[in-house]
């Protein structure tokens, strides 16, 4: 009780680092179950979630005790773990690296055996799979559920008692990203879905209308979509000359796929609002967040992140390497994780930032990047982002009807391909490059200055060393054979 007192009314007069890891130090010494329940974390993560580097001494306590939370009950309760997780009743961080990291191939052939046996099943999200795989099917219990709507109810306890109305949103629901899970949200949320004609339609309306629901808002303030979902709500919007009042929304979060600089730049101009950008799987609860600050994101407390060198598989603690993540009980309890290797390719760094001492920058899915050597890598979601602007770059069907331009919002049609030391990339372009020599030159500095801004200095680097190992190459329409950009 007195902890929630102190969440809600007293935290900013009472609270020190010093303070908080006493009170961090205060758990017992080995975690049990009932030592972590949601009124006693969510009060700690209360401080965590709002200046994790203020309070990151305390911080980092609480993240391995609640790690080897984990691995114990891995341990006893997955059979998949019994076995690899050897006896230990205090793993940190700096262990974890003992452990195996367990992939995607293993994972599929090992779905029951990472199921906890002691919880309940609840129900059910998916990945989308690889192209030989159907989708994996990721159970979540009904315990977690409850913990998490107990744990975020407890964190938003200040805005439940206000008097001030509950916000009004938008919610678009994603079968493979995010939170099949509603997590208690204050207010009440429209679910709609921006992956066709109507539902477009429908979303602009509910945007621009009044509502009148007993304690809550009269107008649409907060929105939450995918990218490709703001994107098409974008486009139609101004195609209609349709105005959001500049003070409408105070909340926009885009989950799924990171966004390219210029969407974002042109999203945050139209709707007067910064866009809060989530990287998310449908795998495990927790993700990172963009931070505007370090052009780059810092992961939330409910997950241990790691990078792994992609050649010898050992923890690094910044440069180039494949995430592996670690969804932390109590928030992750049904399907466990231990290590999970995401097959992202990320950078990190060091930095000075209130919200994170590492920033972490996604390249894009490992399987779709090139390696030029064993410390260069060539992202395709990285290019793909890069070149978006440009718009004479041909792009994949959608099969929406409204538009004036209905592909325009797919990520353009490239292809990268390694021949020995030589790295191409093919781009299909909206029109036949040699009938018109002069407009394809311009897109071709076009898309030379775009790579050479955005790209990470390491690949920046390597192009400028070697210019005769990188080379560019338009292509006239339907050069490509279709394919999927869902796992870019
Ligand atoms: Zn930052």
Redesign the pocket.
């Known amino acids: 009780m007195d902890d929630q007192i102190l969440l809600t009314e007293k935290r900013h007069i009472t609270m020190t680092p010093d303070r908080f890891l006493s009170k961090v130090k205060e758990l017992p010494e080995t975690l049990q179950p009932k030592d972590i329940g949601s009124n006693i974390l969510a009060p700690l993560f209360s401080y965590i979630i709002t200046e994790p580097v203020k309070y990151r001494e305390g911080y980092k306590l609480l993240q391995n005790k609640l790690l080897d939370i984990t691995l114990r009950m891995a341990k006893e309760n997955a059979s998949y773990y019994t076995e690899i997780i050897p006896n230990d009743d205090n793993w940190t961080l700096s262990k974890l690296d003992q452990l195996p990291t367990l992939n995607k191939e293993a994972l599929y052939n090992n779905r029951s055996g990472v199921l906890s046996e002691i919880t309940t099943f609840g129900f059910v999200t998916f990945t989308t799979g690889t192209t030989n795989q159907p989708p994996l099917l990721i159970e979540r219990s009904q315990e977690e559920q409850l913990y998490l709507q107990n744990f975020f109810s407890i964190l938003q306890s200040g805005m439940l008692h206000s008097e001030k109305l509950k916000p009004l949103g938008i919610v678009e629901g994603s079968m493979n990203h995010g939170s099949v899970l509603r997590l208690p949200g204050i207010g009440y949320n429209f679910m709609i879905e921006l992956t066709k004609d109507y539902g477009v339609i429908r979303t602009a309306w509910l945007l621009q209308n009044e509502f009148n629901f007993k304690g809550i808002e009269q107008k649409v303030s907060q929105l939450n979509t995918t990218v490709m979902g703001l994107s098409y709500l974008y486009q139609y919007l101004t195609e209609q000359n349709i105005e959001i009042p500049p003070d409408q929304l105070n909340a926009i979060t885009i989950f799924g796929w990171p966004v390219p600089k210029s969407r974002r730049k042109k999203f945050e101009m139209f709707f007067n609002v910064k866009i809060s950008d989530n990287y998310s799987m449908s795998e495990m609860f927790g993700g990172a967040k963009y931070?505007?600050?370090?052009d780059?994101y810092?992961f939330d407390p409910f997950v241990i992140p790691e990078i792994v060198d992609l050649e010898t598989g050992k923890q690094l603690e910044t440069g180039t390497g494949e995430l592996v993540l670690t969804p932390l009980f109590p928030f992750t309890q049904r399907f466990v994780l231990i290590r999970y290797r995401t097959g992202d390719l990320v950078d990190v760094a060091k930095?000075s930032?209130?919200?994170?001492t590492l920033?972490y920058t996604f390249r894009g899915r490992l399987k779709r990047c090139v390696k030029m050597n064993s410390n260069l890598y060539f992202g395709e979601a990285e290019i793909a982002k890069a070149i978006d602007e440009i718009e004479e770059l041909n792009r994949a069907p959608t099969g929406f009807s409204i538009f004036k331009d209905n592909n325009k919002n797919n990520w353009p049609l490239f292809k990268m391909v390694k021949n020995g030391e030589q790295f191409e990339i093919l781009f299909e372009l909206t029109f036949n490059p040699q009938e018109a020599p002069n407009r394809s030159n311009k897109v071709l500095k076009k898309i030379y200055d775009k790579i050479l801004f955005e790209l990470p200095e390491s690949v920046i680097n390597w192009i400028q060393e070697h210019p005769k190992n990188f080379k560019i190459t338009l292509k006239a329409p339907s050069s490509f054979e279709k394919r999927d950009y869902w796992n870019l």
């Not at 931070?291 to 370090?294: A, E, G, K, V």
């Open positions: 931070c505007q600050q370090c780059g810092h930095v930032c209130d919200k994170g920033v």
